[in-house]
């Protein structure tokens, strides 16, 4: 759901004062003025731009403080460090704008949830200065203006976990497809209109119709259904496609005309294309590239409801070993065949026909990548400006948070092959922001109260759940729909990503209506899990810290869990958190807590070391859950969930 821009004037606060102190030993004169502007506000949330002129002598690094009075959370931010604790929030310059000259500006911006109250900060610290103390005018103006585009960004450009990206670009919008396994609905589709800042607008693939298993009903779909797939759209019949293979068995092809309408079957096409990749040429004909080592095209038909033609154009040589994860393009007269090697290459095939003859040439190859202990960016695809310039958008590897997309531009050379810009050698943390018109996206962070009859795109079930076992209605009620003492096999778990590098995800829930049996809470799930929540149990409610859920190779239930810590719970009503570090590497924590009153929260239990192996492939997420031990015929209300960070 896009937010929209204020149509009123946007308000400011300036606050110009004397008592601005150096970051150095030196003591600078004093003079400071800073700016803070609501650019845009939308349901729950809003844009804000911050900008400080150095009236005094020459800084070489800052930092601005200030407080909110009614919630706000700052989410996503750029040009800035920005760290908040409760009201207070803190923004530090980023590695290249410390520096302010007398007469300098800095600015920088970020956007923030909100209630229905939305004042401004009433004052401001500027290296520990309060702006005002010498008694300097303050004065409050009120301005329309538009957030200035950063002149950088910063990678990852969207910390959450989304693989095995397609993107692509329709008019002056930027539409990106991951993979989503187990998970349904599957195939969400991201936009954007900077390649920079993302929302959710929709899933290609409603339901996963390819068996029992992907209901928890007779056999579990883990690790299974959607993986790398295809994204394109055909100008000709304004219709988005989406076809991805499942099971190494079929290939099914969904349709759109909006990514965030109603996606609906299109075809079965009864091969696998595996990893594939979609071209519509300048002729209308629809191509797909497809394989591993072994690499084939296939040109489906006019109504892209069946295959014409398929040939192999491509054996990988042993020196290069294994690819896969094609995507296909035409620049020019030629043909490009965009593959990975998992996980530390990319490789790229040209040709002069769809059918090849193909050459390759090596992107990258164990480059270093722009996430502190993550993996080498690999896989992705590539999409063109509409000023003509040319992106990269690839995944790192970044367990335990899972698989994490970075952005870098792309050169070309006399002869037609691309190259990655790249910094000292690597993927840079920093590059100049895409000369790209400036729309408002909804935030990956924030409040969902559940409001209106049907759930938002951000969120997806652990397999396909039982539809008449929820409603959406000013709420979430979660009834029951399984009865067993494994979560694993729990239908009706419903999922949320995590922000990275760190975040946490508060749930509210109402407990009213909760039977003797039942176990209702918020979980770190993956294949090995833990939880906080609530057991009913002989009439009373438990609030409780479990831990020790766990899966083998074969993602079988090996371990339902063991209870750590309790406390007794009278009321009905309670709020838990769950605080994750999805820092790539070992040792990293979620740690749980609850509250009564929304306000107060008590830590229960230990932390729990998040697992960091790639097999599961999918990262961690948060799961609310409710499922029955006894019978079926409880159920929670789900009255809220926050994802804050960091």
């Not at 919008?173 to 589709?189: D, E, L």
């Amino acid at each position: 759901m896009r937010r929209t821009p204020v149509a009123a004037a946007l308000a400011a606060l300036t606050l110009v004062a004397a008592g601005l102190a150096a970051s150095t030993a030196a003591q600078a004169a004093p003079g400071c003025a800073v700016t803070y502007t609501r650019t845009s506000e939308w349901q729950g949330g809003f844009g804000a731009s911050v900008s400080i002129t150095n009236t005094g002598e020459a800084i070489t690094g800052w930092t601005l403080e200030w407080t909110y009075a009614h919630g706000q959370q700052v989410g996503q931010h750029w040009n800035a460090v920005i760290t908040q604790s409760g009201g207070a929030v803190s923004a530090r310059n980023a590695s290249y704008n410390g520096s302010v000259p007398t007469g300098g500006k800095v600015e920088f911006g970020f956007n923030a949830t909100a209630g229905s109250t939305n004042a401004d900060p009433v004052s401001f610290r500027l290296n520990g200065i309060p702006c005002g103390d010498t008694g300097s005018p303050t004065t409050t103006t009120t301005t329309t203006t538009t957030t200035p585009r950063p002149s950088t960004f910063t990678n990852p450009v969207l910390w959450q976990d989304f693989a095995d990206i397609d993107i692509i670009r329709v008019g002056d919008a930027y539409y990106y497809s991951a993979s989503t396994m187990h998970y349904s609905p599957g195939a969400p589709v991201l936009r954007s209109y900077d390649l920079v800042n993302w929302e959710f607008a929709g899933h290609s693939v409603p339901r996963l119709d390819f068996g029992s298993k992907y209901d928890l009903a007779g056999g579990r779909g883990y690790v299974r259904g959607i993986w790398a797939s295809f994204l394109n759209h055909r100008k000709s019949n304004n219709t988005f496609y989406w076809g991805g293979c499942v099971d190494f068995a079929q290939t099914h092809i969904y349709t759109a005309t909006s990514v965030d309408a109603q996606w609906s079957k299109h075809a079965t096409i009864n091969k696998c294309y595996y990893d594939a990749g979609l071209l519509v040429d300048d002729n209308d004909t629809m191509y797909v590239a497809y394989g591993n080592t072994t690499i084939s095209v296939a040109q489906l038909s006019a109504d892209g409801k069946s295959e014409v033609r398929s040939q192999q154009v491509f054996q990988t040589p042993s020196n290069i070993g294994t690819l896969e994860g094609a995507r296909f393009y035409k620049r020019g007269g030629s043909y490009y065949i965009w593959l990975t090697r998992p996980a530390n290459g990319q490789y790229v095939l040209k040709a002069s026909s769809p059918f090849g003859p193909y050459t390759v040439q090596q992107v990258l190859l164990n480059m270093p990548g722009p996430i502190q202990g993550g993996g080498v960016p690999h896989q992705g695809g590539m999409v063109q400006t509409q000023n003509g310039d040319w992106y990269y958008m690839a995944f790192v590897d970044a367990y335990p948070g899972g698989r994490v997309p970075v952005l870098a531009p792309i050169t070309w050379t006399s002869d037609g092959w691309p190259r990655i810009t790249t910094v000292n050698g690597g993927w840079g943390v920093n590059y100049p922001t895409p000369n790209l018109p400036q729309r408002p996206v909804k935030p990956m962070t924030g409040v969902d109260t559940f409001d209106g009859t049907a759930l938002k795109p951000q969120w997806e079930w652990n397999h396909n759940p039982d539809t008449t076992r929820y409603s959406v209605n000013n709420g979430l009620r979660l009834s029951t729909a399984t009865v067993t003492n494994d979560l694993y096999n729990a239908r009706n778990t419903l999922t949320h990503r995590i922000q990275g590098p760190t975040s946490t995800g508060t749930v509210t829930l109402d407990l009213t209506s909760m039977r003797d049996g039942d176990r209702t809470g918020l979980a770190m799930l993956r294949d090995s899990s833990a939880w906080i929540g609530v057991k009913r149990d002989n009439g009373r409610n438990r609030v409780v810290m479990v831990n020790g859920l766990t899966m083998d190779s074969n993602w079988n239930t090996t371990g339902t869990g063991t209870e750590v810590a309790s406390a007794d719970l009278t009321g009905t009503r309670i709020w838990l958190h769950a605080n994750a570090d999805i820092r790539p590497g070992s040792g990293r924590q979620a740690r749980f807590s609850y509250s009564t009153d929304g306000v107060n929260f008590t830590s229960l239990g230990t932390g729990f070391t998040l697992k960091n192996e790639w097999q599961f492939f999918m990262g961690y997420r948060f799961g609310v859950f409710n499922h029955a031990t006894q019978a079926l015929g409880g159920s929670v209300t789900v009255q809220r969930f926050e994802l804050t960070a960091p």
